[in-house]
């Protein structure tokens, strides 16, 4: 079987981070064309460099890393240094990156890879803010036809929001981009709130991570004893879920999740809704369906591939 090929768009954020060392310990499935960065959890000053920084932790040194869009479409930049600390990777004591970032703008990236590519092979994969994504798409309208798919964290239905009562944070910092990318008429998967929070770190399963005993390991038993804080604080959960992984582990091993072709809308009128990730589960509106909304997965087969895969680091 080829191997995937994907484009990464991120805001790292130690969930991102697990996300994308997942992938790169998968060539077998993955195909890491590039990572591009986006302002998010942290500012893109520091999305780009922890993505780099990952990378290098992974001895993945040759992976091209673009900086993107420094801010939300037409909102102000809302970010989360209270979850993911001020550099967005706090935990481990990881040092600066050496290799370079790319040159060319993340959006040029996204545009001229998929022109440059075959038709209908190249999927996307964001893990943060749509930014990118939805520029990409306002400025190269063409690019659309020649996704294959994108998969993406963000979004919630049974379990609300997470930054707000209605609306995870990433759907909620650009709701406008999350518009255009779900009106785009691209396959669309998303692992909303509903399935992540159900890919739980327990304490047995961190264990595992540091158990590995390599740096990569020990770096990701690190940030989720720092990341686990908040969500401990804010649910009363036994650790914290690993939310962006769920993106790349349904690339490798689609089997381990369950949802269902559904209408999404993204609400970006109301400021008490702002960002709400409006999910016809049941079916009681006329909309056409837009999107794979997955609303559980297999936790222990999850957690099993995810360890096995960073212990190849």
Same mark, same amino acid.
Not at 41 to 60: F, S
Not at 68 to 78: A, N, Y
Not at 95 to 123: C, K, N, S
Not at 256 to 280: C, P, W, Y
């Given at each position: 079987?080829?191997?995937?090929?994907?484009?990464?768009?991120?805001?790292?954020?130690?969930?991102?981070?697990?996300?994308?060392?997942?992938?790169?310990?998968?060539?077998?499935?993955?195909?890491?064309?590039?990572?591009?960065?986006?302002?998010?959890?942290?500012?893109?000053?520091?999305?780009?460099?922890?993505?780099?920084?990952?990378?290098?932790?992974?001895?993945?040194?040759?992976?091209?890393?673009?900086?993107?869009?420094?801010?939300?479409?037409?909102?102000?930049?809302?970010?989360?240094?209270?979850?993911?600390? !001020?550099? $967005?990777?706090? *935990?481990?004591? %990881?040092? @600066? =990156?050496?290799?370079?970032?790319?040159?060319?703008?993340?959006?040029? &990236?996204?545009?001229?890879?998929?022109?440059?590519?075959?038709?209908?092979?190249?999927?996307?994969?964001?893990?943060?803010?749509?930014?990118?994504?939805?520029?990409?798409?306002?400025?190269?309208?063409?690019?659309?036809?020649?996704?294959?798919?994108?998969?993406?964290?963000?979004?919630?239905?049974?379990?609300?929001?997470?930054?707000?009562?209605?609306?995870?944070?990433?759907?909620?910092?650009?709701?406008?981009?999350?518009?255009?990318?779900?009106?785009?008429?691209?396959?669309?998967?998303?692992?909303?709130?509903?399935?992540?929070?159900?890919?739980?770190?327990?304490?047995?399963?961190?264990?595992?991570?540091?158990?590995?005993?390599?740096?990569?390991?020990?770096?990701?038993?690190?940030?989720?004893?720092?990341?686990?804080?908040?969500?401990?604080? !804010?649910? $009363?959960?036994? *650790?914290?879920? %690993?939310? @962006? =992984?769920?993106?790349?582990?349904?690339?490798?091993?689609?089997?381990? &999740?369950?949802?269902?072709?559904?209408?999404?809308?993204?609400?970006?009128?109301?400021?008490?809704?702002?960002?709400?990730?409006?999910?016809?589960?049941?079916?009681?509106?006329?909309?056409?369906?837009?999107?794979?909304?997955?609303?559980?997965?297999?936790?222990?087969?999850?957690?099993?591939?995810?360890?096995?895969?960073?212990?190849?680091?």
């Amino acid at each position: 079987m080829t191997a995937r090929k994907i484009i990464i768009d991120t805001d790292p954020g130690q969930d991102d981070a697990v996300a994308i060392l997942l992938a790169l310990a998968s060539p077998e499935d993955i195909d890491i064309l590039g990572i591009t960065c986006v302002a998010g959890n942290v500012p893109l000053e520091l999305t780009q460099k922890n993505a780099r920084i990952v990378c290098e932790l992974a001895g993945k040194n040759d992976v091209k890393v673009f900086a993107g869009c420094d801010r939300p479409l037409r909102r102000d930049l809302v970010t989360a240094e209270h979850v993911h600390g !001020k550099t $967005g990777l706090d *935990g481990p004591i %990881l040092p @600066d =990156p050496q290799m370079v970032l790319q040159d060319a703008h993340a959006v040029d &990236f996204i545009i001229d890879t998929l022109r440059a590519e075959a038709p209908g092979t190249v999927t996307l994969c964001p893990l943060g803010p749509l930014t990118n994504i939805a520029t990409a798409f306002e400025k190269a309208p063409d690019i659309m036809d020649r996704v294959q798919e994108i998969v993406l964290m963000g979004g919630g239905y049974f379990e609300g929001g997470n930054i707000t009562p209605a609306a995870e944070f990433n759907i909620y910092v650009d709701p406008q981009a999350a518009d255009v990318v779900f009106k785009s008429g691209i396959h669309i998967v998303v692992m909303p709130l509903d399935v992540t929070h159900k890919a739980l770190v327990t304490k047995t399963r961190n264990d595992a991570f540091r158990a590995i005993g390599t740096p990569v390991g020990t770096a990701v038993a690190e940030m989720t004893d720092f990341f686990e804080r908040f969500d401990k604080e !804010k649910y $009363g959960s036994e *650790g914290a879920p %690993l939310h @962006d =992984p769920c993106v790349t582990a349904y690339l490798i091993s689609p089997n381990l &999740f369950k949802g269902r072709h559904i209408n999404v809308e993204i609400e970006t009128q109301s400021e008490l809704t702002m960002g709400a990730t409006v999910a016809d589960w049941w079916g009681v509106s006329d909309r056409k369906p837009n999107a794979l909304f997955i609303g559980d997965l297999d936790a222990d087969g999850f957690f099993s591939l995810l360890t096995e895969r960073l212990a190849r680091l």
